[in-house]
């Protein structure tokens, strides 16, 4: 049986041009992308098999990520369900020239294996821990597989409040594409999040008409797989406006363009943060809440919001990251 330490998967990848926004700094759509990749890939040679993004923890940036810096991503496998795996993945940046590196980020994803039809597989192999440390490690890890499973049950998938018309809203449509699935039909998770980040970035540069980078992502389950054919709908909506950030809500919806079948695949919330021309936070309009629907949807953002700073706070303090 593998202890934690022999389930780990290291992927480095360079910052180049066509990675970065304007600013020079990396798309947060593209770390999460990676960030993805390097959590299937460790989970996948834990499984044996394909597997697939099931939920994805919350995500902050730490600090931003430029140019010509090298990113590492570490991912391990934490905990071990019966067909479920717990991967946790950290994010360091490194200057070359400098060659101290410093955590950018890190995140904790869910995936399932799957066996030949797309159905979930039990994972034979078990994480055995090898230290006091690890074990801790892997009892947080199922502490949040039951967190999450208590939440979805609470929340049950379609539910999420993103209507169908609001203000300062982006609508989208686009096909799945062979190029987009990682094995078999399924769409790769990492595609969606990096489009998640595109959706939410154009309604914020809307917003404020100026440029934003990603802040942080909270929690997203994927309550349905995306298949290559399908039609992919992206709704969004703004839901809370501060000094210089904004949230925004991504509802996503998968059709059947032969039978119009419609499934709920997932809603999401980002942070995006206004930056002038130095790359520093910027204000950004005010935005007064009209109607029940806004007024209600500001409400609930007001209590992410909240958590989502504690949440930072916290994170902050136990990797000793002094960024602001």
């Known amino acids: 049986m593998p202890a934690i330490a022999d389930a780990r998967f290291q992927m480095v990848q360079f910052v180049f041009p066509e990675h970065t926004n304007q600013r020079g700094t990396l798309y947060g759509g593209r770390l999460m992308s990676w960030i993805a990749t390097a959590g299937t890939l460790a989970a996948a040679r834990v499984a ?14 730490l600090t931003p990520i430029h140019q010509g810096e090298i990113v590492t991503m570490e991912a391990q496998v934490e905990f071990i369900g019966r067909s ?11 200057l070359p020239q400098r060659g101290a590196s410093r955590r950018a980020t890190s995140s904790h994803l869910a995936f399932v294996s799957l066996d030949e039809h797309g159905r979930p597989r039990p994972v034979e192999t078990k994480i055995t821990p090898a230290s006091a440390a690890e ?7 199922e502490a949040r597989k039951t967190a999450r499973l208590l939440r979805l049950r609470r929340a049950p ?14 609508v989208l449509s686009r096909l799945v594409r062979p190029e987009d699935a990682l094995s078999g039909t399924l769409m790769f998770a990492g595609k969606l999040l990096e489009m998640l980040d595109e959706v939410a970035s154009i309604t914020a540069v809307r917003y404020c008409r100026g440029a934003t980078v990603t802040a942080s992502l909270d929690s997203v389950a994927f309550h349905a797989p995306l298949r290559v054919g399908q039609v992919v709908d992206f709704r969004t909506v703004l839901t809370h406006v501060g000094r210089s950030s904004m949230e ?23 942070t995006m943060v206004h930056l002038d021309e130095e790359g520093r936070p910027a204000p950004v309009p005010p935005f007064v809440p009209e109607g029940a629907v806004e007024r209600r949807l500001w409400e609930e953002a007001a209590a992410r919001v909240a958590r989502r700073r504690a949440r930072v706070a916290q994170l902050r303090l136990a990797t000793g990251s002094n960024a602001p």
């Open 84 to 94: 479920s795996l717990e991967v946790g993945v950290t994010v360091d940046a490194e």
């Open 157 to 170: 998938g379609g539910d999420e409040p993103i209507p169908a018309a609001a203000r300062h809203a982006v």
């Open 248 to 270: 925004i809500g991504v509802r996503v919806d998968a059709e059947d363009p032969r039978s119009g079948e419609r499934r709920y695949t997932c809603t999401a919330f980002f």
């Open 135 to 141: 074990a801790a490690v892997s009892a947080e890890a």
């Open 48 to 61: 044996r098999g394909p597997v697939v993004l099931g939920a994805m923890d919350d995500f902050d940036f």
